[in-house]
Nanobody, 123 residues
Framework: QVQLVESGGGLVQAGGSLRLSCAAS????????IGWFHQAPGKEREFVAA????????YYADSVKGRFTISRDNAKNTGYLQMNSLKPEDTAVYYC????????????????WGQGTQVIVSS
């Protein structure tokens, strides 16, 4: 069983930056794709970014390309989402998730989820 804990959320002004972290338990962290998703009130959970197990491939939603960067440190069992040039529409709860196999943007394809961290971007 894998447990995930997100951190790094908070309140930031538009144009600002935050770095989210996703700490995982378990010994086979590098076997998993990491996905980041967000969910705004009243909306479905949406794909933000994903990174392959060894970090060689990254994927982004069009809405965050050029602003967000996903990365991972397998030695620390931790994934990251660096969010720059934040916009009010980025306001949401952000979740990290893990899955075995290839990267995908479908939330139902991920096996393990964290509890989420709130990001609020003020205008």
């Amino acid at each position: 069983q894998v447990q995930l804990v997100e951190s790094g959320g908070g309140l930031v002004q538009a144009g600002g930056s935050l770095r989210l972290s996703c700490a995982a338990s378990g010994r086979t962290f590098s076997s998993y794709v990491i996905g980041w998703f967000h969910q705004a009130p009243g909306k479905e959970r949406e794909f933000v970014a994903a990174i392959s197990g060894r970090g060689g491939s990254t994927y982004y939603a069009d809405s965050v390309k050029g602003r967000f960067t996903i990365s991972r440190d397998n030695a620390k069992n931790t994934g990251y989402l660096q969010m720059n040039s934040l916009k009010p529409e980025d306001t949401a709860v952000y979740y990290c998730a893990l899955r075995l196999g290839g990267a995908t943007w479908g939330p139902s394809m991920y096996d393990y989820w964290g509890q989420g961290t709130q990001v609020i971007v003020s205008s």
